[in-house]
């Protein structure tokens, strides 16, 4: 996603800004995103404490889900020898 910053915006920290086109996730969630870079302004990454001036563009990239894997790995001991079943 991209905007660009406008004069009322202007002077706001990167993180705040965020926020409010992103109103279904924290700050802190937000923070994170761009320590990760994927928050950039004019093509840079930047801190999350970055003060926006008027007319700067941010691009916010997708983050790239996770695979999680389908197997648990337990902790196995050495095969058993069954010697009575009933």
Excluded: C, N
């Amino acid at each position: 996603m991209k905007w660009t910053v406008g004069a009322e915006d202007a002077k706001k920290r990167l993180d705040h800004f965020l926020v409010q086109k992103f109103p279904g996730e924290s700050r802190s969630s937000i923070q994170k995103k761009i320590k990760q870079g994927l928050a950039k302004i004019r093509g840079q990454a930047v801190s999350v404490h970055h003060f926006l001036r008027e007319g700067d563009e941010i691009e916010v990239a997708e983050e790239k889900k996770k695979a999680k894997a389908s197997s648990k790995k337990t902790k196995q001991g050495p095969p058993l020898d069954i010697i009575f079943e009933d």
